[in-house]
């Protein structure tokens, strides 16, 4: 039997579902991301579009990286709650903000990228991989 994978925003009105963990895990110290949520970084599990379920309707916030491709940052227009990630560099997978997935779910991230733009005073663990930019 495989694991279930769910998260929703703060009100409920926008749900997600999974049957597939996350294919990659990660913390992203870039500007837009750090915008967008208000907090030093973001912590986020990205899985394939093609094997989730996503309801309810959202209100991106679009940005354009430093590559000159898109990315948005996807949030509930009820209750404010970013849940969501997408990239054009990434168009087969979806980000989900780790917070927002449901127990048992345990955030374990691969790296940390963007971090020549960390906020002062964040400490990355001994040992975690990291990228001044982005990974690949």
Not at 27 to 39: F, K, M
Not at 73 to 88: G, Y
Not at 106 to 117: D, L
Request: hydrophobic share 40%; glycine share 6%.
């Amino acid at each position: 039997m495989s694991d279930t994978y769910t998260a929703a925003c703060e009100c409920g009105a926008v749900q997600f579902r999974s049957e597939r963990p996350p294919v990659v895990q990660f913390v992203c110290h870039c500007s837009d991301c750090r915008e967008a949520l208000g907090r030093p970084f973001a912590q986020t599990a990205f899985f394939e579009v093609d094997h989730v379920t996503i309801s309810g309707d959202v209100v991106a916030m679009e940005f354009t990286v430093e590559s000159g491709k898109w990315t948005s940052r996807e949030r509930c227009p009820q209750c404010t709650s970013v849940i969501f990630d997408r990239a054009e560099g990434f168009p087969t997978l979806v980000g989900v903000m780790a917070e927002r997935l449901a127990a048992p779910y345990a955030f374990e991230p691969a790296c940390h990228v963007w971090t020549k733009s960390k906020a002062s005073g964040v400490v990355i663990p001994d040992g975690m991989k990291c990228y001044e930019e982005n990974f690949g």
